[in-house]
Protein backbone atom coordinates (compact mmCIF):
# COMPACT_ATOMS: atom_id res chain seq x y z
CA UNK A 1 0.00 0.00 0.00
CA UNK A 2 1.14 2.94 -1.14
CA UNK A 3 1.23 6.74 1.33
CA UNK A 4 0.18 9.45 0.37
CA UNK A 5 3.15 12.43 -0.24
CA UNK A 6 0.39 14.90 1.24
CA UNK A 7 0.27 12.67 4.56
CA UNK A 8 3.71 13.01 5.02
CA UNK A 9 4.30 17.02 4.60
CA UNK A 10 1.44 18.47 5.73
CA UNK A 11 2.86 21.52 7.18
CA UNK A 12 4.33 22.65 4.57
CA UNK A 13 1.98 22.64 2.19
CA UNK A 14 -0.47 24.23 4.07
CA UNK A 15 2.32 27.31 4.58
CA UNK A 16 2.74 27.32 0.72
CA UNK A 17 -1.58 27.49 0.35
CA UNK A 18 -1.47 30.13 2.88
CA UNK A 19 1.21 31.99 1.46
CA UNK A 20 -0.80 31.71 -1.86
CA UNK A 21 -3.86 32.65 -0.81
CA UNK A 22 -3.13 35.52 1.42
CA UNK A 23 0.21 37.24 0.40
CA UNK A 24 -1.63 39.09 -2.87
CA UNK A 25 -3.84 40.52 -0.61
CA UNK A 26 -1.20 41.66 1.70
CA UNK A 27 1.65 42.37 -0.44
CA UNK A 28 -0.05 46.39 -1.46
CA UNK A 29 -0.18 47.35 1.69
CA UNK A 30 2.85 45.83 2.85
CA UNK A 31 4.61 47.47 0.14
CA UNK A 32 3.41 50.86 0.03
CA UNK A 33 3.44 51.00 3.65
CA UNK A 34 7.15 51.50 4.66
CA UNK A 35 10.83 50.21 3.87
CA UNK A 36 10.69 48.05 7.13
CA UNK A 37 7.68 46.49 6.14
CA UNK A 38 8.42 46.03 2.55
CA UNK A 39 11.93 44.49 3.23
CA UNK A 40 10.57 42.17 5.52
CA UNK A 41 7.69 41.21 3.04
CA UNK A 42 10.65 40.87 0.34
CA UNK A 43 12.63 38.56 2.07
CA UNK A 44 9.72 36.45 3.20
CA UNK A 45 8.58 36.16 -0.60
CA UNK A 46 12.36 34.90 -1.16
CA UNK A 47 12.51 32.64 1.85
CA UNK A 48 8.97 31.06 0.76
CA UNK A 49 10.00 30.94 -2.96
CA UNK A 50 12.74 28.68 -2.11
CA UNK A 51 11.32 26.72 0.02
CA UNK A 52 8.61 25.71 -2.78
CA UNK A 53 11.17 25.15 -5.44
CA UNK A 54 13.02 22.71 -3.10
CA UNK A 55 9.65 21.09 -2.09
CA UNK A 56 8.40 20.55 -5.54
CA UNK A 57 11.66 20.43 -7.56
CA UNK A 58 10.52 23.29 -9.71
CA UNK A 59 13.85 25.30 -10.73
CA UNK A 60 12.69 25.94 -14.38
CA UNK A 61 12.51 30.01 -13.39
CA UNK A 62 16.41 29.65 -12.85
CA UNK A 63 16.89 29.21 -16.36
CA UNK A 64 15.44 32.00 -17.69
CA UNK A 65 18.00 34.35 -19.12
CA UNK A 66 16.86 37.48 -17.25
CA UNK A 67 17.65 35.13 -14.16
CA UNK A 68 20.85 34.19 -15.37
CA UNK A 69 22.05 37.44 -16.32
CA UNK A 70 21.06 38.33 -12.70
CA UNK A 71 23.01 35.79 -11.26
CA UNK A 72 26.20 36.65 -13.67
CA UNK A 73 25.93 40.50 -12.41
CA UNK A 74 25.83 39.63 -8.93
CA UNK A 75 28.76 37.15 -9.20
CA UNK A 76 30.50 40.15 -10.78
CA UNK A 77 29.96 42.49 -7.70
CA UNK A 78 30.93 39.02 -5.72
CA UNK A 79 33.74 37.97 -7.59
CA UNK A 80 35.48 40.82 -8.90
CA UNK A 81 33.82 44.28 -7.65
CA UNK A 82 34.21 43.08 -3.66
CA UNK A 83 37.65 42.12 -3.78
CA UNK A 84 38.50 45.38 -5.69
CA UNK A 85 36.35 47.70 -3.23
CA UNK A 86 37.14 50.34 -1.03
CA UNK A 87 35.07 48.81 1.66
CA UNK A 88 35.19 44.82 0.42
CA UNK A 89 33.05 43.35 3.34
CA UNK A 90 30.15 45.86 2.50
CA UNK A 91 30.45 45.24 -1.33
CA UNK A 92 29.89 41.47 -0.72
CA UNK A 93 27.23 42.11 1.60
CA UNK A 94 25.24 44.27 -0.29
CA UNK A 95 26.20 42.11 -3.46
CA UNK A 96 24.93 39.01 -1.71
CA UNK A 97 21.48 41.03 -0.57
CA UNK A 98 20.57 42.45 -4.02
CA UNK A 99 19.89 38.66 -5.17
CA UNK A 100 16.60 39.09 -3.31
CA UNK A 101 15.47 41.31 -6.14
CA UNK A 102 15.49 38.72 -8.93
CA UNK A 103 14.17 36.00 -6.24
CA UNK A 104 11.40 38.44 -5.40
CA UNK A 105 10.77 39.37 -9.14
CA UNK A 106 10.85 35.52 -9.86
CA UNK A 107 8.26 34.72 -7.16
CA UNK A 108 5.65 37.24 -8.21
CA UNK A 109 5.86 36.39 -11.49
CA UNK A 110 6.06 32.28 -11.30
CA UNK A 111 4.40 31.35 -8.42
CA UNK A 112 2.28 34.35 -6.12
CA UNK A 113 1.09 36.43 -9.43
CA UNK A 114 0.53 34.03 -11.82
CA UNK A 115 -2.56 32.66 -11.33
CA UNK A 116 -5.74 35.13 -12.56
CA UNK A 117 -7.58 34.85 -8.80
CA UNK A 118 -4.39 35.98 -7.51
CA UNK A 119 -3.99 38.56 -9.72
CA UNK A 120 -7.21 40.17 -9.60
CA UNK A 121 -7.45 40.00 -5.42
CA UNK A 122 -3.61 41.92 -5.58
CA UNK A 123 -5.28 44.82 -7.67
CA UNK A 124 -8.13 45.09 -5.67
CA UNK A 125 -5.86 45.92 -2.48
CA UNK A 126 -3.72 47.85 -5.14
CA UNK A 127 -6.36 50.37 -6.43
CA UNK A 128 -7.93 50.54 -2.78
CA UNK A 129 -4.28 51.65 -1.64
CA UNK A 130 -3.71 53.67 -4.01
CA UNK A 131 -7.24 55.25 -3.91
CA UNK A 132 -6.60 55.95 0.03
CA UNK A 133 -3.12 57.62 -0.68
CA UNK A 134 -4.41 60.11 -3.40
CA UNK A 135 -7.40 61.07 -1.28
CA UNK A 136 -5.00 61.56 1.90
CA UNK A 137 -3.21 63.69 -0.41
CA UNK A 138 -5.76 65.87 -2.41
CA UNK A 139 -6.93 66.52 1.49
CA UNK A 140 -3.52 67.66 2.33
CA UNK A 141 -3.59 69.94 -0.80
CA UNK A 142 -6.75 71.01 -0.39
CA UNK A 143 -6.90 71.73 3.79
CA UNK A 144 -3.10 72.07 4.26
CA UNK A 145 -3.07 68.78 6.21
CA UNK A 146 -3.66 64.95 5.59
CA UNK A 147 -6.23 62.83 7.61
CA UNK A 148 -3.31 62.24 9.80
CA UNK A 149 -2.35 65.67 10.54
CA UNK A 150 0.44 65.73 8.72
CA UNK A 151 0.97 69.37 7.16
CA UNK A 152 2.52 70.23 3.65
CA UNK A 153 6.32 69.84 2.51
CA UNK A 154 6.14 73.13 1.61
CA UNK A 155 3.70 75.09 -0.60
CA UNK A 156 3.90 73.13 -3.51
CA UNK A 157 5.28 69.51 -2.33
CA UNK A 158 3.25 66.88 -0.74
CA UNK A 159 4.15 64.03 1.80
CA UNK A 160 0.99 62.26 1.66
CA UNK A 161 0.56 59.71 4.21
CA UNK A 162 4.09 59.52 4.26
CA UNK A 163 7.29 61.26 6.11
CA UNK A 164 8.90 62.68 3.13
CA UNK A 165 7.45 64.61 -0.01
CA UNK A 166 7.28 61.14 -1.93
CA UNK A 167 3.30 59.93 -2.42
CA UNK A 168 3.90 60.77 -6.24
CA UNK A 169 7.07 59.38 -6.93
CA UNK A 170 5.95 55.91 -5.15
CA UNK A 171 2.32 55.45 -6.82
CA UNK A 172 4.18 56.34 -10.28
CA UNK A 173 6.09 52.89 -9.66
CA UNK A 174 2.33 50.76 -9.00
CA UNK A 175 0.10 53.25 -10.84
CA UNK A 176 0.17 51.39 -14.22
CA UNK A 177 0.26 48.32 -12.54
CA UNK A 178 -2.72 49.10 -11.44
CA UNK A 179 -4.22 50.31 -14.61
CA UNK A 180 -4.15 46.47 -15.50
CA UNK A 181 -7.37 46.63 -13.75
CA UNK A 182 -9.99 47.77 -16.36
CA UNK A 183 -8.43 44.94 -18.33
CA UNK A 184 -8.32 41.82 -15.32
CA UNK A 185 -11.01 42.87 -13.04
CA UNK A 186 -13.58 43.97 -16.01
CA UNK A 187 -13.60 40.88 -18.68
CA UNK A 188 -17.56 41.11 -19.35
CA UNK A 189 -17.49 45.23 -19.55
CA UNK A 190 -17.44 46.50 -23.00
CA UNK A 191 -13.81 47.20 -24.80
CA UNK A 192 -15.06 50.83 -25.28
CA UNK A 193 -15.92 51.37 -21.33
CA UNK A 194 -12.55 49.45 -20.30
CA UNK A 195 -10.78 52.01 -22.20
CA UNK A 196 -12.66 54.76 -20.85
CA UNK A 197 -11.77 53.60 -17.19
CA UNK A 198 -7.71 53.34 -18.25
CA UNK A 199 -8.64 56.94 -19.56
CA UNK A 200 -10.32 58.14 -16.78
CA UNK A 201 -7.36 56.39 -14.64
CA UNK A 202 -4.63 58.40 -17.07
CA UNK A 203 -6.66 61.48 -16.17
CA UNK A 204 -6.69 61.30 -11.98
CA UNK A 205 -3.02 60.23 -12.11
CA UNK A 206 -1.80 63.42 -14.06
CA UNK A 207 -3.84 65.83 -11.68
CA UNK A 208 -2.53 63.64 -8.57
CA UNK A 209 1.31 63.82 -10.30
CA UNK A 210 0.71 67.32 -10.75
CA UNK A 211 -0.56 68.57 -7.32
CA UNK A 212 2.41 66.42 -5.49
CA UNK A 213 4.82 68.88 -7.31
CA UNK A 214 7.52 66.12 -7.89
CA UNK A 215 8.71 67.18 -11.42
CA UNK A 216 10.44 63.52 -12.09
CA UNK A 217 7.16 62.06 -11.14
CA UNK A 218 5.15 64.35 -13.69
CA UNK A 219 7.59 63.77 -16.34
CA UNK A 220 7.53 60.06 -16.28
CA UNK A 221 3.58 59.84 -15.93
CA UNK A 222 3.23 61.73 -18.80
CA UNK A 223 5.49 60.13 -21.16
CA UNK A 224 4.10 56.24 -19.91
CA UNK A 225 0.86 57.77 -20.41
CA UNK A 226 1.84 58.68 -24.22
CA UNK A 227 3.13 54.97 -24.17
CA UNK A 228 -0.19 54.20 -22.89
CA UNK A 229 -2.20 55.86 -25.48
CA UNK A 230 -0.65 54.34 -28.38
CA UNK A 231 -0.87 51.27 -27.17
CA UNK A 232 -4.42 51.86 -27.23
CA UNK A 233 -4.40 52.76 -30.40
CA UNK A 234 -2.18 50.34 -32.03
CA UNK A 235 -4.71 47.66 -30.20
CA UNK A 236 -7.67 48.71 -31.92
CA UNK A 237 -6.09 48.75 -35.06
CA UNK A 238 -5.14 45.71 -35.30
CA UNK A 239 -8.42 44.69 -34.68
CA UNK A 240 -11.58 44.67 -36.73
CA UNK A 241 -14.63 46.74 -34.40
CA UNK A 242 -15.13 50.27 -35.60
CA UNK A 243 -11.37 51.99 -35.68
CA UNK A 244 -12.52 55.00 -36.77
CA UNK A 245 -14.75 56.01 -34.15
CA UNK A 246 -12.04 54.23 -31.15
CA UNK A 247 -9.37 56.78 -33.50
CA UNK A 248 -11.34 59.64 -33.25
CA UNK A 249 -12.54 59.30 -29.05
CA UNK A 250 -8.43 58.65 -28.66
CA UNK A 251 -7.76 61.94 -30.07
CA UNK A 252 -10.86 63.47 -27.94
CA UNK A 253 -9.50 61.88 -25.07
CA UNK A 254 -5.02 63.39 -25.85
CA UNK A 255 -6.69 66.88 -26.59
CA UNK A 256 -9.21 66.74 -23.16
CA UNK A 257 -5.62 65.64 -21.48
CA UNK A 258 -3.91 69.01 -22.50
CA UNK A 259 -7.00 71.45 -21.77
CA UNK A 260 -7.09 69.88 -18.47
CA UNK A 261 -3.78 70.15 -17.87
CA UNK A 262 -4.11 73.61 -18.85
CA UNK A 263 -7.10 74.87 -17.08
CA UNK A 264 -5.17 72.91 -14.08
CA UNK A 265 -2.13 75.18 -14.34
CA UNK A 266 -4.08 78.27 -14.66
CA UNK A 267 -5.94 77.38 -11.41
CA UNK A 268 -2.93 76.52 -9.47
CA UNK A 269 0.14 78.54 -10.55
CA UNK A 270 2.31 77.77 -7.90
CA UNK A 271 2.21 73.93 -8.43
CA UNK A 272 2.74 74.86 -12.37
CA UNK A 273 5.55 76.56 -11.37
CA UNK A 274 6.93 74.05 -9.82
CA UNK A 275 5.82 70.62 -11.32
CA UNK A 276 6.14 72.19 -15.17
CA UNK A 277 7.72 75.37 -16.02
CA UNK A 278 10.75 74.65 -13.46
CA UNK A 279 11.53 71.84 -15.67
CA UNK A 280 12.36 73.46 -18.24
CA UNK A 281 14.44 76.31 -16.19
CA UNK A 282 16.58 73.43 -14.76
CA UNK A 283 17.06 72.11 -18.03
CA UNK A 284 18.42 75.55 -19.41
CA UNK A 285 20.68 75.87 -16.74
CA UNK A 286 21.34 72.04 -15.70
CA UNK A 287 25.04 72.49 -15.64
CA UNK A 288 24.97 74.90 -12.88
CA UNK A 289 21.58 73.32 -11.16
CA UNK A 290 21.75 70.96 -7.79
CA UNK A 291 21.01 67.52 -10.76
CA UNK A 292 24.01 68.72 -12.65
CA UNK A 293 26.52 68.83 -9.78
CA UNK A 294 25.50 65.76 -8.46
CA UNK A 295 25.75 64.01 -12.03
CA UNK A 296 28.73 65.51 -12.01
CA UNK A 297 30.50 64.25 -9.15
CA UNK A 298 28.93 60.71 -9.84
CA UNK A 299 30.77 60.68 -13.17
CA UNK A 300 34.12 62.36 -11.59
CA UNK A 301 33.77 59.19 -9.15
CA UNK A 302 33.61 57.00 -11.93
CA UNK A 303 36.56 58.42 -14.06
CA UNK A 304 38.58 57.51 -11.16
CA UNK A 305 37.66 53.51 -11.39
CA UNK A 306 36.38 53.57 -14.91
CA UNK A 307 36.27 49.75 -15.48
CA UNK A 308 35.46 47.92 -12.88
CA UNK A 309 34.37 50.68 -10.06
CA UNK A 310 34.78 51.59 -6.59
CA UNK A 311 33.06 48.73 -5.26
CA UNK A 312 28.71 48.23 -4.64
CA UNK A 313 27.04 50.59 -2.14
CA UNK A 314 30.16 52.57 -1.81
CA UNK A 315 29.22 55.62 -3.56
CA UNK A 316 28.65 57.76 -0.56
CA UNK A 317 31.95 56.90 0.95
CA UNK A 318 33.57 56.93 -2.67
CA UNK A 319 32.14 60.89 -2.81
CA UNK A 320 32.78 61.87 0.87
CA UNK A 321 36.63 60.58 0.60
CA UNK A 322 36.98 62.40 -3.11
CA UNK A 323 35.42 65.84 -1.03
CA UNK A 324 33.44 65.91 -4.51
CA UNK A 325 30.37 67.92 -2.99
CA UNK A 326 32.30 70.12 -0.24
CA UNK A 327 33.60 71.94 -2.41
CA UNK A 328 29.56 72.81 -3.06
CA UNK A 329 28.04 73.27 -0.01
CA UNK A 330 26.15 69.98 -0.87
CA UNK A 331 25.97 66.56 0.93
CA UNK A 332 27.10 63.33 -0.71
CA UNK A 333 24.19 60.73 -0.43
CA UNK A 334 23.67 59.16 -3.39
CA UNK A 335 23.86 59.76 -7.59
CA UNK A 336 20.65 61.40 -8.50
CA UNK A 337 20.74 58.46 -11.15
CA UNK A 338 20.99 54.98 -11.10
CA UNK A 339 23.24 54.05 -13.90
CA UNK A 340 26.00 56.71 -13.20
CA UNK A 341 25.91 55.41 -9.33
CA UNK A 342 26.26 52.02 -11.15
CA UNK A 343 29.34 53.23 -12.76
CA UNK A 344 30.96 55.02 -9.87
CA UNK A 345 30.59 51.76 -8.01
CA UNK A 346 30.49 48.95 -10.46
CA UNK A 347 31.93 50.59 -13.34
CA UNK A 348 31.57 49.94 -16.83
CA UNK A 349 31.34 46.44 -16.78
CA UNK A 350 28.46 46.03 -14.06
CA UNK A 351 26.51 48.68 -15.70
CA UNK A 352 26.91 46.80 -19.34
CA UNK A 353 26.28 43.38 -16.96
CA UNK A 354 22.75 45.35 -15.50
CA UNK A 355 21.56 46.76 -18.95
CA UNK A 356 22.03 42.97 -20.64
CA UNK A 357 19.93 41.90 -17.62
CA UNK A 358 17.53 44.62 -17.94
CA UNK A 359 17.39 43.79 -21.90
CA UNK A 360 16.24 40.52 -21.09
CA UNK A 361 13.72 41.45 -18.40
CA UNK A 362 11.91 43.63 -20.87
CA UNK A 363 12.60 40.99 -24.10
CA UNK A 364 11.01 38.17 -21.48
CA UNK A 365 7.87 40.48 -20.83
CA UNK A 366 6.86 42.24 -24.21
CA UNK A 367 7.81 39.66 -26.84
CA UNK A 368 4.92 37.55 -26.35
CA UNK A 369 2.78 40.20 -26.01
CA UNK A 370 4.19 42.18 -29.28
CA UNK A 371 3.87 38.45 -30.99
CA UNK A 372 0.10 38.34 -30.52
CA UNK A 373 -0.55 41.85 -30.65
CA UNK A 374 -1.65 42.72 -27.04
CA UNK A 375 -0.11 46.33 -27.56
CA UNK A 376 -1.99 47.77 -24.88
CA UNK A 377 -0.49 45.18 -22.36
CA UNK A 378 2.32 45.21 -23.72
CA UNK A 379 2.01 49.03 -23.57
CA UNK A 380 1.49 49.09 -20.14
CA UNK A 381 3.88 46.51 -19.31
CA UNK A 382 6.56 48.71 -21.13
CA UNK A 383 5.27 51.44 -19.00
CA UNK A 384 5.33 49.87 -15.89
CA UNK A 385 9.15 49.01 -16.71
CA UNK A 386 10.04 52.07 -17.92
CA UNK A 387 9.01 54.81 -14.86
CA UNK A 388 11.23 52.73 -12.96
CA UNK A 389 14.23 51.97 -14.94
CA UNK A 390 14.28 54.61 -17.44
CA UNK A 391 18.07 55.82 -18.10
CA UNK A 392 17.06 59.72 -17.07
CA UNK A 393 15.39 58.89 -14.19
CA UNK A 394 16.77 60.99 -11.03
CA UNK A 395 15.66 60.27 -7.40
CA UNK A 396 16.63 57.99 -4.60
CA UNK A 397 19.13 54.58 -5.93
CA UNK A 398 17.17 51.66 -6.77
CA UNK A 399 19.63 50.02 -4.82
CA UNK A 400 17.25 51.64 -1.67
CA UNK A 401 15.08 48.65 -0.38
CA UNK A 402 12.02 50.48 -0.34
CA UNK A 403 12.32 51.96 -3.80
CA UNK A 404 13.97 48.63 -5.31
CA UNK A 405 10.92 46.36 -3.70
CA UNK A 406 8.40 48.66 -6.05
CA UNK A 407 10.66 48.53 -9.06
CA UNK A 408 10.67 44.87 -8.86
CA UNK A 409 7.36 44.28 -7.84
CA UNK A 410 6.79 45.78 -11.25
CA UNK A 411 9.49 43.24 -12.82
CA UNK A 412 7.58 40.76 -11.11
CA UNK A 413 4.02 42.26 -12.05
CA UNK A 414 4.91 42.17 -16.01
CA UNK A 415 6.28 38.77 -15.75
CA UNK A 416 3.06 37.47 -14.58
CA UNK A 417 1.21 39.09 -17.13
CA UNK A 418 3.14 37.58 -20.59
CA UNK A 419 0.88 35.15 -20.83
CA UNK A 420 -2.16 37.31 -20.10
CA UNK A 421 -5.45 37.26 -22.27
CA UNK A 422 -7.52 40.25 -22.04
Request: aromatic fraction near 14%.
Amino acid sequence: MSISPTLLTPAPVNVLTWAERILPWLLPVLLLSSRTLADISVVMVCLLFLYRAYRLQDWQWASQPWFRLALVFAGYVLLINAPLSIAPQASMLYGLTFLRWPLFAAALGYWLLADHTRQRNFLWVLLAACTLIVVDSAMQYLLGHDVFGRPMFTENRLTGPYNSPIPGITLLRVWFIAMFAPLLLLPAVPASRRQAFIMLMLAIGMLFMFITGERMAFMLFIAASMVTLCGLWLNKRSGSAEPRSHHSRLWLALIGFVLLLGLVMLLAPANAERSVFSIFEKLGHFADSDYGKVFRAAYAAWQEAPLFGHGFHAYRQVCEQMGLLATLGMTCTHAHNLYLQLAAETGVTGVLLFACMLGAIYWAALAPLMRHKHWLLAALSFSVLSVCFWPLIGGISLLNNWVAALAWLGVGWVLAMRNTRC
